[in-house]
């Protein structure tokens, strides 16, 4: 047999994150690939190819702002960019730096083995093939394992099927076809509002509505692009100082103490603003107290009463179970309107669940339902689920999964005790998952490739984080969660996913630092400046 292919450092993944990470090592000379499971880069942009997949983030927020060329050179078309530039933007940036030459694709790692003399780690991949590193660098994706409900029956269905994830790369003919969407999450929202004026009839099988607000998208001209060109660093800088990454700045007045007439008048203003100033630019009170959070729900509910024509209909699509902003915010282009069209028809699964799929379609408790087409919005085993997916056995042969079955255990999101040479980008307990996401991926990317080089400057051969700085990361995480009224909420940013086994309501998982982007790296780079304080190196 011939010896195994050995590496520095192995980058797991070639999203957005790996991208950026293969980039920087590349750049220092380091020798390094990356093993990607897909057939191409992109990640997220690769794969979720479901009509109306865009950001919701502003495209000049999303785009990577280590390269002026790169800023220099790409026009962003639209305020919110959909999936197909996305990941022409990807490959873009991927052939301008040549990193292609980098990347293994089709290479799905299965198991991944910490030898603790040799300091090493040896990954195995699906097919047999083992390989070598001394650092792996996990940039697995917090939303790249898609989870599908089970139900008696669902194998039997004889018309086309598939996870949003997995929406196929050939078009899929909708005109005149009878369409089921299951999940009304960002998804589901995203693409009911795409496909309903392109369907013959659609069924949303709604069990939980969410809150959803305008994006407010538009076309950005050349000059409008020259004019963002102009302002990057500004718009980066604003980024850097908000918690949440965007440009967005929360309303500093105080929920109480301007009037109700103001308050109605600033969220007038903010639900015709683009992306997620509604949110973003509110009142900080909304996620904290609960008086303020019952007041601006009921104005969002206002709103989608005065957009859905049926109110008995419009009152289905209210959630009362939470409150506004609680969950990961839902952006809608005529979500809502959708509802007013003969052809749509929302399933409310809370009053006629689903007991089981026929050959021809879904059956609820009350009437059966004709499709030819179902699509599973239903989300994702979200943040931890790509890391339980590869066997990662670390000091003494303990698994990562056993580790954090209960809820994940990081050193800033990036280092887990146990697990030395193993250093995540946007991991568990990181600001990736709670904001702008390419923007904590930057911080993330910087900090670990820093930590490297220092390593190699200090010819440390093993990095671990130390048992007290994880606990007390951990305790972090936890009391910037658990002050939030979204804590005790049922969504992905708590781990809450009830597909995924003891993932169902009411146990929270500690997945993401809530205390906000700056603080975040304020106290990642005061730990570096600190000689990395809390990591042991050896
Ligand atoms: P989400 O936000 O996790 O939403 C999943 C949706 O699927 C949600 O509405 C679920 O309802 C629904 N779901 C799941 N299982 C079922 C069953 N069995 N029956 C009916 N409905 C079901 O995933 P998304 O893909 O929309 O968004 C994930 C992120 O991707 C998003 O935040 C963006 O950052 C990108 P439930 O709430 O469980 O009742």
């Not at 969410?210 to 604003?238: C, H, K, Q, V």
């Not at 282009?333 to 006629?352: G, P, Q």
């Not at 005790?417 to 980008?425: A, D, E, Q, S, Y």
């Not at 051969?461 to 994880?470: F, K, L, Y």
Request: charged fraction near 25%.
């Amino acid at each position: 047999m011939s010896e195994p292919e050995q590496h520095d450092v192995i980058v797991i993944g070639a999203g957005v994150s790996g991208i950026y990470q293969i980039k920087r090592l590349t750049d220092l000379g380091v020798d390094a690939i990356v093993l990607e499971a897909d057939d191409d880069l992109g990640g997220t942009w690769y794969r979720n190819r479901y009509p109306g997949a865009r950001f919701d983030s502003e495209s000049y927020t999303y785009g990577y702002s280590f390269s002026k060329e790169v800023l220099d050179e790409w026009h962003w078309k639209e305020r919110f960019s959909p999936q197909p530039e996305n990941l022409a933007y990807l490959n873009f940036v991927a052939d301008k730096f040549d990193l292609r030459r980098h990347m293994r694709f089709g290479a799905r790692v299965e198991a991944m083995t910490w030898d603790d003399d040799a300091r090493l780690w040896q990954i195995d991949l699906v097919g047999g093939e083992r390989l070598i590193a001394r650092f792996v660098i996990t940039s697995l994706g917090p939303l790249s394992i898609p989870t599908r409900p089970s139900y008696e029956g669902m194998d039997s269905f004889t018309g086309q099927s598939f996870h949003t994830y997995a929406w196929p790369q050939e078009p899929v003919p909708l005109e005149g076809k009878r369409v089921g969407v299951i999940g009304t999450g960002a998804t589901g929202i995203q693409v009911i509002s795409a496909i309903a004026d392109k369907v013959g009839d659609l069924k949303v099988f709604q069990r939980r509505p969410n809150w959803s607000t305008p994006l407010n998208n538009g076309s950005i001209s050349p000059a409008e692009m020259d004019d963002i060109r102009a302002r990057y660093d500004e718009i980066f800088a604003n980024c850097a100082a908000s918690a949440g990454g965007f440009e967005h700045v929360p309303d500093r007045r105080g929920f109480w103490n301007v009037s109700p007439e103001e308050r109605r008048a600033l969220w007038d203003e903010l639900y015709t603003q683009p992306g997620f100033a509604f949110l973003a630019a509110n009142f900080a009170e909304i996620f904290f107290d609960i008086e303020a959070n019952r007041e601006i729900s009921e104005y969002v509910a206002d709103r989608i009463r005065g957009r859905v024509d049926d109110p008995e209909l419009a009152e289905k699509l209210i959630p009362k179970d939470h409150g506004f902003g609680l969950q990961r915010l839902p952006l809608e282009t005529n979500y809502f309107e959708a509802y007013n069209r003969d052809n749509v028809h929302l399933i409310d699964l809370s009053e006629a669940p689903i007991e089981r799929f026929t050959e021809t379609g879904i059956q609820t408790s009350d009437d059966h339902h004709e499709l030819d087409l179902i699509v599973y919005a239903t989300g994702f085993d979200a943040i931890t689920g790509g890391y339980d997916r590869i066997e990662i056995r670390g000091v003494d042969g303990q698994t990562l999964s056993e580790k954090w079955h209960d809820s994940p255990s990081t050193y800033f999101g990036v280092l887990s005790h146990g697990f030395p040479n193993m250093l995540m980008v946007a991991g568990p307990q990181s600001v990736s998952g709670s904001t702008n996401f390419p923007r904590a991926i930057e911080t993330g990317v910087d900090w670990v490739t820093g930590l490297l080089e220092h390593a190699f400057e200090t010819g440390a051969t093993r990095i671990e984080a130390q048992v007290d700085a994880e606990e007390a990361w951990v305790e972090k995480v936890k009391r910037a969660h658990d002050r939030l009224l979204l804590s005790n909420s049922q969504g992905w940013f708590t781990g809450y996913n009830s597909n995924v086994a003891g993932r169902q309501a009411g146990k929270i998982r500690y997945q993401a630092y809530f205390g906000g982007a700056p603080q975040y790296a304020t106290m990642i780079a005061e730990a570096a400046a600190d000689g990395y304080r809390g990591i042991d190196l050896a």
